[in-house]
């Protein structure tokens, strides 16, 4: 079966600084990897995905980095604003296991 | 133009009761699923369910039961609640080779009393 971990809880950074939001997973077989955000009282919200086939992918503000040799995964977002403040969560294979959640909070 | 529309988003009601929380998307997509997430934001797959195929998470109690009356719905019934059952519930669906992963619902919050 898959498990999947994240290594901080909740996180603090001054706003304009980067962050960076890590996520292990257990099946080297894994293919697919996504990260999702939830603000409060939302349901989760698409970021940024990754195939297996990539070790790197870049959005607005958001890259995602996979590290297959070590089952790593992470989610940096460059100069993180207050409205980047929630629950993100990595999720694991097509049928989406998900993470415990790290919260990002943003000091202004 | 709500892409995955659950209600009622509170539902608090007594242990022992039936209540059922409605789930709808207008994008097309051919498979839908419900998630379950705990008070520490712990997000669990219960079902995922297409015009072919019911995936039920054996660790689901059978008090749980989706229903799917066309392919933009998918409902989830739930029998003699129990207390432990409270927690917000997610709907969401997604495309077989679509990408964007899936879209999810804003929640049920479900408090049984």
């Known amino acids: 079966g898959e498990s999947v971990g994240l290594h901080l809880p909740t996180l603090s950074v001054q706003e304009g600084d980067n962050s960076i939001i890590n996520c292990a997973y257990s099946?080297?077989?894994?293919?697919?990897f996504i990260w999702y955000k939830q603000e409060s009282g939302k349901g989760p919200q698409f970021i940024i995905d990754?195939?297996?086939?990539?070790d790197k992918r870049q959005g607005q503000r958001v890259t995602v980095l996979l590290n297959k040799t070590v089952k790593h995964l992470s989610l940096q977002i460059a100069a993180t604003q207050p409205g980047d403040s929630a629950v993100y969560f990595c999720?694991?294979?097509?049928?989406?296991?998900f993470g415990g959640g790290t919260r990002l909070m943003v000091k202004p | 133009d709500t892409a995955v529309s659950q209600t009622p988003k509170y539902l608090v009601t007594q242990m022992g009761n039936d209540k059922s929380i409605k789930c709808e998307q207008n994008?097309?997509?051919?498979?839908m699923y419900w998630y379950k997430q705990d008070s520490k934001k712990f997000l669990k797959i219960m079902f995922s369910?297409?015009?072919?195929?019911?995936?039920i998470n054996e660790t689901v109690p059978n008090r749980f039961s989706p229903k799917s009356p066309d392919k933009a719905h998918l409902n989830l019934h739930i029998n003699s609640l129990e207390l432990g059952d409270s927690a917000v519930y997610f709907c969401?669906?997604?495309?077989?080779?679509?990408?964007?992963?899936?879209?999810f619902g804003s929640g049920t919050r479900l408090t049984v009393v």
């Open positions: 969401a669906s997604s495309q077989e080779g679509g990408d964007y992963g899936y879209t």
């Open positions: 990754i195939r297996s086939n990539m």
């Open positions: 369910y297409n015009n072919k195929e019911l995936i």
């Open positions: 099946n080297s077989a894994s293919d697919y």
């Open positions: 994008l097309g997509h051919d498979t």
């Open positions: 999720a694991v294979g097509w049928t989406l296991t």
